[in-house]
Protein backbone atom coordinates (compact mmCIF):
# COMPACT_ATOMS: atom_id res chain seq x y z
CA UNK A 1 0.00 0.00 0.00
CA UNK A 2 1.46 3.24 -1.35
CA UNK A 3 1.67 5.93 1.31
CA UNK A 4 -1.26 7.79 -0.28
CA UNK A 5 -3.97 5.42 -0.07
CA UNK A 6 -2.82 4.93 3.22
CA UNK A 7 -3.61 8.48 3.62
CA UNK A 8 -6.65 7.99 2.14
CA UNK A 9 -7.83 5.27 3.96
CA UNK A 10 -7.62 6.83 7.08
CA UNK A 11 -9.22 9.94 6.15
CA UNK A 12 -11.99 7.22 5.47
CA UNK A 13 -11.98 6.03 8.68
CA UNK A 14 -11.67 9.02 10.51
CA UNK A 15 -14.63 10.31 8.18
CA UNK A 16 -17.05 7.26 9.78
CA UNK A 17 -18.64 9.20 12.68
CA UNK A 18 -20.94 6.40 12.92
CA UNK A 19 -18.44 4.23 14.58
CA UNK A 20 -19.53 4.02 18.06
CA UNK A 21 -16.67 1.10 19.17
CA UNK A 22 -14.10 -1.23 18.70
CA UNK A 23 -16.05 -4.10 16.75
CA UNK A 24 -17.15 -0.91 14.65
CA UNK A 25 -13.41 0.12 14.67
CA UNK A 26 -12.32 -3.37 13.58
CA UNK A 27 -14.99 -3.33 10.75
CA UNK A 28 -13.89 -0.58 9.12
CA UNK A 29 -10.55 -1.18 9.18
CA UNK A 30 -10.60 -4.80 7.60
CA UNK A 31 -9.60 -3.93 4.35
CA UNK A 32 -5.97 -2.21 5.75
CA UNK A 33 -5.23 -4.83 7.48
CA UNK A 34 -4.74 -6.96 4.33
CA UNK A 35 -1.99 -4.28 3.59
CA UNK A 36 -0.24 -5.05 7.17
CA UNK A 37 -1.32 -8.57 7.71
CA UNK A 38 -0.69 -9.52 11.18
CA UNK A 39 -2.03 -12.74 13.01
CA UNK A 40 -1.92 -12.66 16.74
CA UNK A 41 -1.59 -17.04 16.47
CA UNK A 42 1.39 -16.49 14.49
CA UNK A 43 3.08 -14.47 16.56
CA UNK A 44 2.59 -16.64 19.95
CA UNK A 45 3.93 -19.41 17.34
CA UNK A 46 7.32 -17.32 16.32
CA UNK A 47 8.12 -16.37 20.18
CA UNK A 48 7.66 -20.17 21.03
CA UNK A 49 10.28 -20.57 18.27
CA UNK A 50 12.49 -17.65 19.04
CA UNK A 51 12.35 -19.43 22.59
CA UNK A 52 13.60 -22.56 21.34
CA UNK A 53 16.28 -21.07 19.39
CA UNK A 54 17.40 -19.27 22.24
CA UNK A 55 17.50 -22.22 24.61
CA UNK A 56 19.57 -23.73 22.00
CA UNK A 57 22.19 -20.95 22.15
CA UNK A 58 25.00 -22.03 24.71
CA UNK A 59 27.86 -19.22 24.31
CA UNK A 60 28.45 -16.90 26.99
CA UNK A 61 29.90 -14.97 25.15
CA UNK A 62 27.29 -14.36 22.63
CA UNK A 63 24.76 -14.27 25.64
CA UNK A 64 26.56 -11.48 27.43
CA UNK A 65 26.73 -9.44 24.02
CA UNK A 66 23.42 -9.77 23.56
CA UNK A 67 22.16 -8.75 27.10
CA UNK A 68 24.75 -6.02 26.46
CA UNK A 69 22.68 -4.53 23.70
CA UNK A 70 19.33 -5.10 25.02
CA UNK A 71 20.04 -3.40 27.96
CA UNK A 72 21.33 -0.57 26.24
CA UNK A 73 18.58 -0.35 24.06
CA UNK A 74 16.69 -0.36 27.10
CA UNK A 75 18.26 2.91 28.40
CA UNK A 76 18.07 4.77 25.48
CA UNK A 77 14.32 4.05 24.82
CA UNK A 78 13.16 5.33 28.80
CA UNK A 79 15.60 8.48 27.92
CA UNK A 80 14.53 12.29 26.83
CA UNK A 81 16.02 13.44 23.84
CA UNK A 82 17.76 16.53 23.53
CA UNK A 83 16.23 17.80 20.69
CA UNK A 84 15.94 20.85 18.69
CA UNK A 85 13.19 23.74 19.73
CA UNK A 86 10.77 23.80 17.06
CA UNK A 87 7.41 26.06 16.45
CA UNK A 88 4.43 24.36 15.61
CA UNK A 89 2.52 26.09 12.83
CA UNK A 90 -0.96 26.30 13.04
CA UNK A 91 -1.15 24.84 17.25
CA UNK A 92 -2.49 28.04 18.39
CA UNK A 93 -5.28 28.18 16.01
CA UNK A 94 -6.32 24.77 16.19
CA UNK A 95 -9.89 23.97 17.80
CA UNK A 96 -10.34 21.81 20.84
CA UNK A 97 -11.09 18.30 20.17
CA UNK A 98 -9.00 18.12 16.92
CA UNK A 99 -6.20 17.63 15.81
CA UNK A 100 -2.95 18.16 13.37
CA UNK A 101 0.34 16.42 11.71
CA UNK A 102 3.69 18.40 11.72
CA UNK A 103 7.52 17.33 11.72
CA UNK A 104 9.75 16.37 14.57
CA UNK A 105 12.69 16.30 15.26
CA UNK A 106 13.09 16.29 11.74
CA UNK A 107 11.35 16.80 8.59
CA UNK A 108 11.23 13.47 8.32
CA UNK A 109 9.85 12.12 11.19
CA UNK A 110 5.89 12.54 10.89
CA UNK A 111 3.91 14.01 14.67
CA UNK A 112 0.63 14.27 15.68
CA UNK A 113 -0.40 17.02 17.60
CA UNK A 114 -4.05 16.95 19.93
CA UNK A 115 -6.04 20.12 21.60
CA UNK A 116 -8.22 18.02 24.11
CA UNK A 117 -11.79 19.30 24.32
CA UNK A 118 -10.17 20.89 27.81
CA UNK A 119 -7.58 23.07 25.74
CA UNK A 120 -4.80 21.16 26.88
CA UNK A 121 -2.30 20.13 24.20
CA UNK A 122 -0.50 16.67 23.63
CA UNK A 123 2.08 15.95 21.34
CA UNK A 124 3.34 12.07 20.13
CA UNK A 125 5.25 10.55 17.54
CA UNK A 126 2.66 9.41 14.67
CA UNK A 127 4.64 5.65 14.43
CA UNK A 128 2.35 3.20 16.48
CA UNK A 129 4.29 0.86 18.62
CA UNK A 130 3.64 -1.97 17.12
CA UNK A 131 4.06 -2.10 13.54
CA UNK A 132 4.68 1.90 12.89
CA UNK A 133 1.42 2.51 11.31
CA UNK A 134 0.04 6.17 11.61
CA UNK A 135 -2.33 6.89 14.05
CA UNK A 136 -4.69 9.29 13.95
CA UNK A 137 -7.10 11.66 16.55
CA UNK A 138 -10.47 9.99 17.05
CA UNK A 139 -12.29 13.20 17.29
CA UNK A 140 -15.62 10.74 18.36
CA UNK A 141 -13.51 8.96 20.48
CA UNK A 142 -11.12 10.96 22.15
CA UNK A 143 -8.12 8.99 21.77
CA UNK A 144 -5.60 8.00 19.17
CA UNK A 145 -6.55 5.19 17.23
CA UNK A 146 -4.26 2.93 14.73
CA UNK A 147 -6.26 1.69 11.88
CA UNK A 148 -4.05 -1.06 10.80
CA UNK A 149 -4.61 -3.59 14.00
CA UNK A 150 -7.16 -1.94 16.24
CA UNK A 151 -4.75 -0.22 18.24
CA UNK A 152 -5.58 2.87 20.29
CA UNK A 153 -4.04 4.94 22.78
CA UNK A 154 -4.77 7.51 25.51
CA UNK A 155 -4.69 10.54 24.42
CA UNK A 156 -3.44 12.59 27.86
CA UNK A 157 -0.33 10.31 28.13
CA UNK A 158 -0.12 8.18 24.91
CA UNK A 159 -0.52 4.94 27.08
CA UNK A 160 -1.73 1.63 25.31
CA UNK A 161 -5.54 1.68 25.90
CA UNK A 162 -6.31 -1.78 23.59
CA UNK A 163 -4.30 -3.58 20.94
CA UNK A 164 -1.07 -4.85 19.90
CA UNK A 165 0.86 -1.77 20.47
CA UNK A 166 3.86 -2.85 23.30
CA UNK A 167 4.61 -0.14 24.59
CA UNK A 168 3.27 3.77 24.62
CA UNK A 169 3.42 5.88 21.68
CA UNK A 170 6.32 8.55 21.78
CA UNK A 171 5.40 11.71 23.51
CA UNK A 172 6.58 15.09 22.31
CA UNK A 173 7.11 17.66 24.97
CA UNK A 174 5.38 20.97 23.83
CA UNK A 175 5.51 24.19 25.52
CA UNK A 176 3.66 27.79 25.20
CA UNK A 177 6.22 30.06 25.00
CA UNK A 178 4.70 34.02 24.53
CA UNK A 179 1.31 32.90 22.93
CA UNK A 180 3.19 30.17 20.30
CA UNK A 181 3.23 26.52 20.96
CA UNK A 182 6.91 25.27 20.44
CA UNK A 183 7.98 21.31 20.78
CA UNK A 184 11.33 21.08 22.93
CA UNK A 185 12.01 17.20 23.12
CA UNK A 186 10.85 14.05 23.16
CA UNK A 187 10.29 11.17 25.36
CA UNK A 188 10.85 7.36 24.03
CA UNK A 189 8.53 4.88 26.16
CA UNK A 190 9.18 2.11 27.46
CA UNK A 191 6.00 0.53 28.71
CA UNK A 192 2.45 2.26 29.76
CA UNK A 193 3.79 4.53 32.24
CA UNK A 194 2.19 3.54 35.40
CA UNK A 195 1.63 -0.14 34.09
S1 LIG B 1 0.63 -1.18 13.54
FE1 LIG B 1 -0.44 -2.81 14.46
S2 LIG B 1 -1.75 -1.85 15.88
FE2 LIG B 1 -0.66 -0.24 15.00
Not at 93 to 101: K, V
Amino acid sequence: MTSKNLTETIKRVVSQEELSDESDVRRATAPFQAAFPYERDEEAQITRREFCNFLGLTSAALFVGAAGFAGKAALDARGSEALPVAHIDGAEALAPNSSLNFSYPTERESAILVRTADGAYHAYGQKCTHLSCPVYYSRQHQRLECPCHEGAFDVANGNVLYGPPPRALDAIQVEMRDGQLWAIGRNASAANEGS
